[in-house]
């Protein structure tokens, strides 16, 4: 089972973990990570490019002279697309660039790039994050003192009622946050270094639970007992 180190925000060390197999110790399959990621990029392409036929450009309606007799090549529009202004032929168009990607393949996908990420040595676990007020400066001196470098990839659980943390580290160039719900594959590999929160860890492999099936169940008293009881 894979483990790993867990620090505090001053870079000493707390207690190790152990990760879940399925999601840190998964097959790294490349291909699948770059589809995924090709579908990813493709989702946020506008697609709104376009170019203008020789039937949407302006003029051009009259043959520039007759068919024969010029010595010349035979034209039928100055706004054919060999003509300087004229349109442009096989030109982009507005269409949908987005690919289908099921939820397996997504999930089979951050598998694997945590898994890489995991074995090249990126993954670094801090006990829990916690700011007073949002402070830029406190934000820098935990990623020097987690010796951090390169682009870093700071994944919270879910998105904080006071937003401290998040406005913390959102001016440091170099820190991208994200939220486990919606983690991407293309972040896990685009960053240097991916630092995860602990209950970013449990969010990541379905620790946690409801508040309701967090709380404790009343005890069930036995029949011949409330009997007793009742007498």
């Known amino acids: 089972m894979p483990k790993v180190q867990v620090v505090d925000a001053s870079g000493k060390k707390v207690t190790q973990r152990e990760l879940a197999p399925e999601v840190f110790e998964a097959k790294v399959s490349v291909p699948l990570m770059h589809q995924v990621v090709v579908a990813g990029m493709a989702a946020i392409r506008r697609g709104t490019h376009a170019t203008k036929t020789r039937g949407d450009v302006s003029g051009g309606?009259?043959?520039?002279?007759?068919?024969?007799?010029?010595?010349?090549?035979?034209?039928?529009?100055?706004?054919?697309?060999?003509?300087?202004?004229?349109?442009?032929?096989?030109?982009?168009?507005?269409?949908?660039?987005?690919?289908?990607?099921?939820?397996?393949?997504?999930?089979?996908?951050?598998?694997?790039?945590?898994?890489?990420?995991?074995?090249?040595?990126?993954?670094?676990?801090?006990?829990?994050?916690?700011?007073?007020?949002?402070?830029?400066?406190?934000?820098?001196?935990?990623?020097?003192?987690?010796?951090?470098?390169g682009a870093v990839l700071l994944v919270l659980p879910g998105p904080s009622t006071d937003g401290i943390v998040e406005r913390s580290f959102r001016n440091l160039a170099s820190v991208r946050v994200a939220y486990v719900p919606a983690l991407g594959v293309y972040e896990v590999l685009a960053a240097d270094r991916v630092l995860f929160t602990q209950g970013a860890l449990d969010a990541l492999e379905g620790r946690t639970q409801p508040a309701q099936d967090q709380a404790e169940a009343p005890a069930e008293v036995p029949a011949e007992d409330a009997e007793e009881a009742e007498a």
Do not use: C, Y
């Open 61 to 149: 309606g009259r043959k520039p002279w007759r068919q024969k007799g010029t010595g010349r090549a035979r034209q039928g529009s100055i706004r054919a697309p060999q003509w300087t202004g004229g349109g442009v032929a096989h030109g982009p168009h507005p269409r949908d660039h987005s690919m289908r990607v099921n939820k397996k393949m997504k999930r089979g996908a951050l598998r694997s790039a945590l898994t890489d990420a995991l074995t090249s040595g990126k993954v670094s676990v801090v006990d829990e994050l916690r700011f007073d007020e949002p402070k830029t400066r406190r934000a820098a001196e935990v990623i020097e003192a987690l010796e951090l470098e």
